[in-house]
């Protein structure tokens, strides 16, 4: 249904939080109490209706209004000490040995016990309701908030995935590194357009976010182009998200070391003005995967533990200076990198390895150790 354009104001009451939500070039004010608000009493006061609004605008001011305003929290998001939550994430990628984080109660302990915020998993258009209902039982007893990878195969899977999870989950990505997979900016475009308004259709509470790149080499020849069409029709992401190694192919610990501050200071850095250069406000910056290196294996130094402490905190704490929102260690303990990049070896009795301490330490020291295993 299109909606009118008005001059005017619109208020969107639920409750009283107050937060700026600029609409068409004119003032809005949103009240909630709820960052993403289940309901609210829609009160459009216009001066004039005889226009219609554009397609875009539509599917901007839908968006907005149903998550509670474009500028507001993530659902699930909370900052402690100024600091995002969500900072502190791992990854759930698919089993690539017996036992992992998705099917070993000690591997999910492990987890727990660090108060681990955010846990990105993925799903495969051939995951049955067990399969699903196993990842979200993972993350439960890791004490995190899931973040779902939305599938490149099947948008019906994508619908039936977004419909089962409901409430249980509220963060969904699309994709995974399309831009490494066989889709070029325009297809990603074109899918994004076509999914995500359904999407949001079905779960109006949940956070969408894009395009997840491979490699911040393609910001300005995917990153760009995509948020420049987002513009265009209106169907914006509610965090923008990319990966980084970057001490990928470096041969020695010496050259990588002081790269564990680049993506914080050059990639967010460099994803953030873009962002403010095609919508001329903030976008939450997502950092979903990220580690030393993605060379399978990677390479040994990355595994000396006292290299690994320094350079590990060297990374966390400039993404948070950044103000980052969202960061994805990969992995958890799926296998990975030979099982190298796995915070917990899956291997009986499953003891903790090399980053998994120094990302411990970091939650206990910027959130004073009290994690988010209500969410």
């Given amino acids: 249904m299109m909606l009118p354009a008005f001059s005017g104001y619109l208020q969107l009451v639920a409750n009283r939080k107050q937060a700026s939500c600029p ?21 459009l006061l216009f001066t ?39 900072v502190f994430g791992t990854n759930m990628p698919p089993d690539y040995v017996a036992h992992t984080v998705r099917n070993t109660p000690e591997i999910q302990a492990r987890i727990k016990a660090g108060s681990f915020t955010l846990m990105r998993v993925a799903f495969d258009s051939t995951d049955s309701d067990a399969m699903i209902e196993s990842k979200i039982g993972a993350c439960n007893a890791c004490g995190t ?33 399309s831009d490494l997979n066989g889709w070029d900016v325009n297809t990603y475009i074109d899918k994004w357009n076509a999914e995500i308004p359904n999407l949001r259709r079905i779960n109006p509470t949940a956070a969408f976010i894009g395009p997840a790149l491979g490699v911040v080499a393609h910001f300005d020849s995917y990153l760009k182009p995509f948020l420049q069409a987002c513009k265009s029709s209106g169907v914006i992401p509610d965090a923008v998200s990319f990966h980084s190694y970057p001490c990928t192919n470096t041969p020695d610990a010496s050259e990588c070391a002081p790269r564990a ?36 294996p990677p390479k040994s130094y990355t595994q000396d533990a006292s290299f690994n402490y320094t350079w590990t905190k060297n990374a966390l704490k400039a993404m948070i200076e950044s103000g980052c929102e969202i960061a994805c260690q990969f992995d958890a303990a799926s296998g990975a990198g030979y099982g190298l990049l796995d915070l917990v070896s899956t291997t009986s009795p499953y003891p903790v390895q090399v980053q998994y301490q120094p990302m411990v330490d970091a939650i206990k020291s910027y959130l004073n150790g009290g994690g988010t295993s209500s969410l």
């Fill in 23 to 43: 609409i068409h070039g004119d003032g809005a004010t949103v009240y909630s109490t709820d960052p993403r608000p289940k309901f609210a009493v829609v009160v």
């Fill in 48 to 86: 004039r209706g005889d226009m219609i609004a554009t397609a875009a605008e539509e599917n901007m001011l839908v968006g907005e209004v149903a998550r509670g305003g474009k500028d507001m929290a993530l659902p699930g998001q909370k900052f402690i000490n100024g600091i995002s939550n969500f």
């Fill in 145 to 177: 908030a899931m973040l779902a990878i939305l599938t490149r195969s099947s948008s019906s899977f994508n619908q039936h995935l977004v419909q089962y999870l409901g409430s249980r989950c509220n963060l969904y990505e699309f994709t995974n590194e």
């Fill in 261 to 296: 501050v680049n993506i914080g200071k050059n990639d967010v850095v460099a994803c953030r003005n873009i962002v403010q250069a095609v919508f001329e406000r903030s976008i939450p910056i997502g950092v979903t995967e990220w580690n030393i290196d993605a060379n399978n």
